[in-house]
């Protein structure tokens, strides 16, 4: 057989065993905070139109798109994002409904990354959107669960950065910028090299007024007090709109007591397309991406044909999984299976016995020993699989706690 076809292609791997085990308890735990906090879930295709995903709607460039075509000639797309394809489910079966809706999901999502990035191109998503409640409550319930979830997974030193686009997008258009200078400051902005902002606004001739401010952007960050450096920067309304709205957020995950792992970016500004507010990011340390993403999305519902403001976010658990590994931290995958071996001549009587304890709940593995194997080479199995309790069946049943 060819070698290559045992391999994966770049960006996509097999995860198994033991690793498997503890992705699965962590994405549990993630999703019991989201079920205790009244969420339901739902599942979406994995291929939808591509449409779906469009520069305004979508959350990666065409280009990183796994694209094919169906019988017909329509363009479908591997899903980049969940996000989208909640809202034009939401859209579609929740038209008319006026009250909020919220559904939580977890699924995998496919990005065509750069293979010099390193990143895989196939990774598995678990979040949740709360759609028609455009409330400084439902910014910070979205957030608090968030933190809560982070918390069961046992992560505990994190920080979730919280950014409101809106604050930047009030002054550019006070200084009557272009779009062209708009892009190109947003993306400045966002990787802090602020030798290119000030070249940058000198070619274009800002007003002093307005390179003050763009550089002020430096220091923006931290704590919740630099909110009121904000504020003292600008008395443009809707700039100011936008950071009582952060510290209103601020205040109602003090209730929460979630003070701690909060603090705030201004010039956290390169997000999806179709984010309208509020966005955040969580990082802890052992890796260097986002553990968690999200943001608030008044219009993209919209776009589908239900005019609902709506929040979301999303984790993701291949960096997760990352990040408790290079922490130490463990993951209690306790098994709690019960292996029954038996002879070829026990056999009626091992199925029974295995029959009656699977009918009380326990969970059972039905191994016949093989005269190849001594017994204590199925002792040594066990042990390797976690497995700690071990039932003999001969002309007696003999149990064994490993």
């Known amino acids: 057989m060819n070698s290559k076809l045992l391999h994966t292609p770049v960006g996509v791997r097999d995860i198994y065993g033991d690793e498997y085990k503890e992705k699965l308890v962590v994405m549990d735990k993630i999703h019991n905070v989201f079920v205790s906090y009244g969420y339901s879930d739902i599942q979406t295709p994995t291929f939808e139109f591509f449409d779906i995903f469009n520069k305004e709607r979508g959350s990666v460039p065409s280009k990183d798109m796994y694209k094919f075509f169906d019988r017909e000639g329509n363009t479908l797309v591997l899903r980049p994002d969940m996000t989208p394809s909640v809202a034009r489910a939401v859209a579609k079966y929740y038209a008319d409904e006026e009250m909020p809706v919220r559904f939580c999901y977890e699924g995998n999502a496919f990005i065509n990354n750069s293979e010099y990035q390193g990143k895989l191109k196939e990774f598995t998503q678990v979040g949740a959107e709360l759609i028609d409640d455009t409330t400084s409550d439902a910014d910070a319930e979205i957030i608090a669960m968030m933190i809560e979830a982070l918390l069961s997974a046992n992560l505990d030193e994190f920080q979730i950065e919280i950014g409101m686009p809106e604050f930047f997008k009030g002054l550019v258009s006070d200084a009557g910028f272009d779009d062209d200078v708009i892009e190109e400051l947003t993306e400045l902005l966002e990787c802090k090299k602020y030798f290119g902002v000030e070249d940058l606004l000198d070619r274009n001739n800002a007003p002093e007024k307005y390179k003050e401010i763009f550089m002020e952007f430096q220091s923006l960050f931290g704590s919740v007090e630099i909110l009121d450096k904000a504020l003292s920067l600008t008395e443009n309304k809707k700039c100011v709109q936008a950071v009582n709205r952060l510290k209103k957020i601020y205040k109602i995950l003090s209730f929460y007591g979630f003070e701690k792992y909060i603090s705030f970016d201004l010039s956290m500004l390169d997000m999806y397309k179709y984010y309208t507010g509020i966005v955040f990011k969580g990082y802890t340390y052992g890796t260097g991406d986002a553990i968690v993403t999200g943001g608030r999305y008044d219009n993209l519902l919209k ?70 194997h001594e017994t204590e080479e199925y002792f040594e199995y066990a042990k390797k699989n976690g497995i700690k309790h071990m039932v003999l069946v001969d002309k007696e049943i003999t149990d064994k706690e490993l």
């Open 303 to 372: 776009q589908f044909g239900k005019d609902a403001g709506a929040i979301g976010m999303a984790f993701n658990i291949d960096q997760i999984m990352v990040a408790l590994d290079r922490q130490h931290k463990k993951i209690d995958t306790e098994n709690d299976m019960i292996m029954v071996l038996y002879k070829e001549t026990n056999r009626n009587k091992a199925i029974s016995y295995s029959d009656e304890l699977r009918k009380s709940g326990k969970k059972v593995l039905l191994m016949r020993k093989r005269s190849k």
